[in-house]
């Protein structure tokens, strides 16, 4: 679904900027046409601008770290253009371009489990899916649906994905969750926990969370959908989460964080208790998956 959705957002907007540029050639360029061009082609990153702002505001007023002005402009000029190749590219177009690769020599060898955010799907995945695909080891990325869904009605697929992984390699995944992810990945190994009655810690050989409200984030308070709703500091669902997870959860988790993530703020949200934090300075949130730091975790949990 999002990816027809994206498809069709990006049809719109190439059909937008070609009419305006067929009026401004006809008519010549007016004041309004010259609002019309910036908000098209600046308009996103205008937005990651002032998203970022509100973030640094956010975490002043909370006495928390915040982004250094040094940081801010670089951070938006690399979140425009990753989140332009995400939202513009690979979830609209390349979602599937890469599929699972459970190989027969999996057996033995540790694989990854992707799990993506809010308003995304398995294409976020694909420059590392293709550096797995090349060192030939198994990975299984989901697109988690229905979109505006329940966060506990994703941890079905995050079970039939792991258990895929187990059944080809025989051993626990490592699981790689961005944002909302991160959630869903703690729901999951709170259900097997439960079902298993264990403490949830063999069920994965490590949980690396990217940008994940762990404490919920301030903007959802201005989303309405109910897995956004289920993200807000301090929400019932969280509450309930933390009140029922394994207490030993928190030595399989990393948690990666930056203090110029302009939608998980203000930045200990971002933080499992507990959990081993690494932080990346000057980085948006989308941005963050394309961080070699967090890549060459992956690679050495995997071969760990």
Same mark, same amino acid.
């Given at each position: 679904?999002?990816?027809r959705?994206?498809?069709i957002?990006?049809?719109?907007?190439?059909?937008l900027?070609?009419?305006?540029l067929?009026?401004?050639r006809a008519?010549?360029?007016?004041?309004?046409?010259?609002?019309?061009?910036?908000v098209?082609v600046l308009?996103?990153?205008?937005?990651?601008?002032?998203?970022?702002l509100l973030?640094?505001?956010?975490a002043?007023r909370?006495?928390?770290?915040r982004?250094?002005?040094r940081?801010?402009?670089g951070a938006?000029?690399? $979140?425009?253009? $990753?989140s332009?190749?995400?939202?513009?590219?690979?979830?609209?177009?390349?979602?599937?371009a890469?599929?699972?690769h459970l190989p027969?020599?999996?057996r033995?060898?540790?694989?990854v489990v992707?799990?993506h955010?809010?308003?995304?799907?398995?294409?976020?995945w694909? @420059?590392?899916?293709?550096?797995l695909?090349?060192?030939?080891?198994a990975?299984?990325?989901?697109s988690?649906e @229905?979109?505006?869904?329940?966060?506990? $009605?994703?941890?079905?697929?995050?079970e039939?994905?792991?258990r895929r992984m187990?059944?080809?390699?025989?051993?626990?995944?490592v699981?790689v969750?961005?944002s909302?992810?991160?959630?869903v990945?703690?729901?999951?190994?709170?259900s097997?926990?439960t079902?298993?009655?264990s403490d949830?810690?063999g069920?994965?050989?490590?949980?690396?969370?990217?940008?994940t409200p762990?404490?919920?984030?301030?903007?959802?308070?201005l989303a309405?959908?109910?897995?956004?709703?289920?993200?807000?500091?301090?929400?019932?669902?969280?509450t309930?989460?933390v009140?029922?997870e394994?207490?030993?959860?928190?030595?399989?988790?990393?948690?990666?964080?930056?203090e110029?993530?302009q939608?998980?703020y203000?930045?200990?949200?971002?933080?499992?208790?507990?959990?081993?934090?690494?932080q990346?300075r000057?980085v948006?949130?989308?941005a963050?998956t394309?961080? $070699?730091?967090?890549?060459n975790?992956?690679?050495r949990?995997?071969?760990?």
């Open positions: 679904m999002i990816a959705v994206a498809r957002l990006f049809l719109a907007w190439f059909t900027l070609g009419s305006l067929a009026l401004a008519d010549g360029w007016t004041p309004g046409l010259w609002i019309a061009l910036y098209l308009g996103h990153p205008t937005l990651l601008a002032v998203e970022m973030a640094r505001g956010v002043a909370a006495g928390v770290a982004a250094r002005w940081d801010l402009l938006v000029l690399r $979140e425009w253009l $990753e332009t190749a995400v939202f513009g590219w690979r979830m609209p177009w390349r979602a599937n890469i599929e699972d027969q020599t999996s033995g060898l540790r694989g992707f799990i955010g809010y308003i995304c799907n398995r294409g976020l694909n @420059p590392w899916m293709r550096r695909l090349k060192l030939d080891r990975f299984v990325a989901v988690l @229905p979109v505006f869904a329940s966060l506990d $009605e994703y941890v079905p697929q995050v039939r994905a792991v187990e059944a080809a390699t025989g051993l626990a995944p699981i969750a961005h909302m992810g991160g959630l990945a703690r729901a999951w190994l709170r097997r926990a079902h298993k009655r949830g810690t069920e994965a050989a490590r949980l690396i969370t990217i940008g762990h404490r919920g984030t301030w903007l959802a308070g309405r959908t109910v897995n956004a709703r289920q993200m807000r500091i301090s929400s019932p669902w969280m309930a989460l009140d029922k394994p207490t030993t959860l928190q030595g399989l988790v990393t948690s990666w964080w930056s110029c993530d939608i998980v203000p930045p200990p949200t971002a933080v499992y208790p507990g959990s081993e934090a690494k990346l000057g948006g949130h989308i963050l394309a961080r $070699e730091e967090i890549w975790e992956i690679r949990r995997i071969d760990y």
